[in-house]
Structures are given as structure tokens and as C-alpha cells.
């Protein structure tokens, strides 16, 4: 791998943590240093404020591999909706499958 291969992966992966970071700056309500209160987005009258979302995680794939996906998907207990532009592991198909199964709705 030569020296610009290096740099490049290395910015790349710099860039997705930093877009990681300020997303569960945003989910969580986190004050982000630049942004003012007024730059915000404020919410519509079909929702409502609160204090920030709980139990977000983040997984960085490919390096976290399936189980974390397929446990977040064994976990469900009302549904499991997917948005993905290719789905080929076949671990997190057969979770799909277990989980609509077992009576979960998966969309």
C-alpha cells in the first residue's frame, strides 16, 4: 500500500468519525461549538421536544461485521424496519427471517 493509499484511508476513516460525532451530537441534543440555537431546526406541530433520544448506538460497519446488526435485530420486539441499498449477509437475512417469524413486523 503506497503513502497516498495510507493518507487516504486514514482521511476517510477521520471524516467518519467526525460525521459519527456530530450525529450523536444532534441525536442526543448535544450543543455542537458554531451552531446557535437559532440555526436549529424547530419542530413541527406533529412532534414533540425533549431532552434527546436514549438508547442510540452506533455501529460502524464493515469493520463492527454482522453481530451487532443481527443481535439489534434479535432484540426487536415490535419491528425491525431495514433501509439498505444492497442486503447479502446471509446472517442478517436469516435474522430478518427468524424475526418475522416469530411474529415481528420486518419492513
Not at 450525529?23 to 434527546?52: E, K, M
Amino acid at each position: 500500500m503506497t503513502y497516498s493509499q495510507r493518507t487516504y484511508r486514514a482521511t476517510l476513516a477521520l471524516l467518519k468519525y467526525l460525521t459519527m460525532l456530530a450525529f450523536c451530537c444532534w441525536l442526543t441534543g448535544c450543543d455542537i461549538p458554531g451552531i446557535s440555537a437559532s440555526t436549529r431546526v424547530q419542530c413541527q406541530s406533529n412532534c414533540t421536544l425533549s431532552s434527546g433520544v436514549r438508547g442510540v448506538h452506533v455501529i460502524v460497519e464493515p469493520e463492527a461485521g454482522p453481530t451487532p446488526l443481527v443481535d439489534a435485530i434479535h432484540s426487536a420486539q415490535k419491528s425491525v424496519d431495514v433501509e439498505i441499498y444492497i442486503l447479502s449477509n446471509h446472517n442478517i437475512i436469516r435474522a430478518l427471517e427468524e424475526d418475522a417469524n416469530r411474529g415481528i413486523e420486518v419492513r
